[in-house]
């Protein structure tokens, strides 16, 4: 890239180099900004002759170019690309949606020069609009090399962000408590249904039981028969594990049980399973909650449809402490 003075009439097309100001500090153009015929004109009645303006050389690519064709090739799902101003590019979610996110992938791109990336969160929900990447190049120009191996790498290896679409999500759960049901169910129902409003789910059946195994066990395939995206399971007890109440009331309907202890505070008494495809969630006392806690975190890809594995689960240490 190199920089040169051109005549104003002879700019159209041209990138400028450094932003032109009026006289008492008010900006004309932008930095970056790519010259048209209505600019010339503009520029030419402000009493210009001359502009500073940018040029490529061989091998280089235009930033804008560049950008967009890496948020092209890194994202996939519910997204659309949107361009701004100084070689950005943005993505945004076209309907709500839960982010996957390839970490080590975005790692060793944003290790290498000349465009950067960055995302939302993994299994961050994401409404409508919101942003869920930026691409960002080198002022004006990158390497056509450079880029080249970015979309190579992308192409071998597969996308960053994938915008996982939340459609049709319902929630089906379970109040269990040792003496009486519907006091689990007074206790956390409130902030359940605000949880859920909140990523645009919906609260399908619903069912209080005496934490006892066989009154468990029956409302768990109550619950399972209408394949909700998500099962939950708000106790009011403290679980010792896998081999308490719930662990065995799990088991008995078939589910696997994929973790139990999560590296996140609150919520690290977290057990997950999977009857099929169903999640069943229990995190104690974490439903009774408005406070960001585990439940959050593993909500929005459970209702995208998305199996959270328990090697995934394992890997929320880092940024797991919430509170």
């Not at 002759?49 to 948020?71: C, H, P, R, Y």
């Not at 070689?87 to 949606?97: D, F, K, S």
Request: proline share 5%; with cysteine.
């Amino acid at each position: 890239m190199r920089a040169l003075t051109v005549d104003v009439q002879q700019s159209a097309g041209r990138m400028l180099c450094c932003s032109i100001f009026r006289p008492g500090g008010r900006k004309i153009l932008g930095k970056g900004h790519l010259l048209n015929a209505e600019d010339v004109r503009m520029l030419a009645t402000e009493g210009m002759s001359e502009v500073w303006v940018t040029e490529l050389e061989d091998g280089e690519v235009g930033e804008d170019e560049a950008v967009f064709a890496v948020a092209q090739a890194m994202c996939c799902g519910s997204a659309q690309i949107k361009m701004a101003a100084g070689g950005r590019a943005n993505v945004l979610a076209t309907e709500p949606c839960c982010t996957l996110v390839d970490e080590e992938l975005l790692k060793k791109i944003n290790r290498t020069t000349g465009v950067v990336i960055a995302t939302a969160s993994n299994f961050r929900y994401a409404s409508k609009d919101d942003r869920m990447a930026t691409v960002k190049s080198a002022p004006f120009a990158v390497s056509r090399a450079h880029l080249d191996a970015v979309l190579k790498l992308l192409t071998d290896r597969g996308q960053i962000l994938q915008a996982r679409p939340i459609r049709d999500a319902r929630v089906n759960v379970l109040y269990t408590d040792p003496v009486q049901g519907e006091r689990a169910r007074l206790m956390f129902e409130g902030a359940v249904r605000s949880r859920l409003d909140g990523l645009k789910a919906q609260l399908g059946y619903s069912i209080a039981s005496v934490e006892e195994e066989e009154q468990v066990v029956r409302a768990l395939h109550h619950l399972l028969r209408s394949r909700p995206a998500a099962v939950l399971v708000a106790s009011s007890t403290t679980p010792a594990g896998p081999d308490d109440v719930i662990g065995r009331a799990l088991v008995r309907v078939g589910a696997k049980l994929e973790r139990f202890l999560a590296p996140v505070d609150p919520g690290t008494l977290l057990l997950l399973g999977y009857q099929g495809d169903t999640p069943i969630l229990s995190a104690p006392c974490c439903f009774r909650s408005a406070k960001p806690n585990v439940v959050d975190l593993l909500l929005p890809p459970m209702l995208a449809r998305y199996r959270v594995s328990a090697w995934e689960v394992g890997g929320l240490g880092h940024g797991g402490l919430l509170s």
